[in-house]
């Protein structure tokens, strides 16, 4: 988010040794820590008043692969984006959707990181994180990960305590698109059965022409989920505002609100020099680097706003420290 912000103590770690050094001093000083990944979903209102665990665990490992899957742990200090571009190299399928997610690999699982009809759980088969209070390393299957939109059991339950140390994938060497986003089936409308790279150039292409860069313009993605409702909470929007954008989720309804955000005019405003991106209202973007609290400011507003006049409380995607 591009905040100025410093960390009482800061440490890289490069492997799970250092990764458990660390966080044995942390218990032996009394410290409050606080694991970096990329940063790109890290809003930091002030300095940090503790020790910041900079996660750079490598690796990638084939575990198995037969001639219909593979089955690869990579560990948490991995990029995103570059594991997608090597699992395309490599005719793995399943993460082509997922490309130029910014971030590392180990804060994939805490959110769920999903886009273009795909979501991470779709992909992942366990996570393996050691544990900051019995100090052991755990492993959990994709269920026990009790992954939900933009949520899992690492955001709940095991929030503070499970440091993410790496993610194993089951991905088939045969490829399936998954089409089903109206932007992406519009971008590949002449590929009637596009190939894996044409799928991945796709996404791409929609996300660059709306998303900015976090490095270009600092960002953190979408600043708020979309709020999940129930069917007559949507009934009854609906009698005041015909034309909301809402999309089935489960027996509930998602609704988009960048719509709403755009709807109630903060793409006109700008507050104390932090402001909405003009091409996706879901975006808060701080070109001036201004501090964590004027960015959350401008998110209280809107959050108050969208309360007043829709009925709706809007929830941070960001982790805020
Ligand atoms: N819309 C507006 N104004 C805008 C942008 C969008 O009115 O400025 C409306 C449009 O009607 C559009 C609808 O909102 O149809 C949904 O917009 P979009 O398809 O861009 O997706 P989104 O709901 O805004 C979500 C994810 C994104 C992900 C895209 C594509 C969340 C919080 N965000 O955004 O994820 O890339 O879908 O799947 O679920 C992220 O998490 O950081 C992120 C970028």
């Known amino acids: 988010m591009g905040v100025p912000a410093l960390a009482e103590q800061f440490v890289s770690v490069n492997s799970s040794e250092e990764l458990q050094q660390a966080l044995h001093y942390v218990t032996e000083q009394g410290l409050p820590y606080m694991i970096l990944g990329g940063g790109s979903n890290t809003l930091f209102k002030q300095d940090y008043s503790g020790l910041v665990i900079h996660n750079q665990l490598t690796g990638i490992n084939v575990l198995e692969q037969t001639n219909d899957h593979v089955l690869v742990q990579v560990a948490a200090g991995e990029n995103w984006h570059q594991w997608v571009t090597y699992c395309l190299a490599r005719q793995w399928h399943g993460l082509e959707n997922l490309a130029l997610i910014p971030g590392l690999m180990g804060a994939a699982p805490m959110q769920n990181i999903g886009a273009y009809g795909v979501e991470l759980k779709d992909v992942l088969h366990a996570v393996e994180y050691f544990d900051s209070i019995d100090h052991r390393f ?119 609100a960048a719509w709403m955000i755009e709807q109630a005019g903060w793409k006109q405003r700008e507050y104390d020099g932090v402001c909405i991106h003009q091409h996706q209202a879901l975006v808060i973007i701080n070109p001036g680097h201004r501090p964590g609290d004027a960015v959350l400011a401008l998110a209280k507003n809107i959050q108050a706003d969208i309360m007043r006049k829709f009925n709706v409380e809007l929830q941070l995607e960001p982790q805020v420290y």
Do not use: M, W
Not at 204 to 229: D, E, H, M, T, Y
Not at 244 to 253: E, Q
């Open 138 to 256: 755990h492993q959990l299957t994709n269920a026990e990960c009790e992954f939900d939109y933009r949520d899992s059991i690492f955001k709940k339950q095991l929030a503070g305590r499970a440091v993410i140390t790496s993610v194993r994938f089951k991905l088939p060497t045969k490829f399936s698109p998954v089409l089903g986003y109206p932007e992406l089936n519009k971008t590949l409308k002449n590929k009637p059965d596009p190939t894996a790279a044409e799928v991945f150039n796709a996404v791409c292409q929609v996300r660059n022409a709306k998303l900015p860069s976090p490095s270009a313009i600092p960002n953190s993605g979408s600043f708020f989920k979309n709020p999940v409702v129930s069917r007559g909470q949507l009934t009854e929007l609906r009698a005041h505002y015909p034309e909301i954008v809402s999309f089935v989720h489960g027996d509930k309804i998602k609704l988009a």
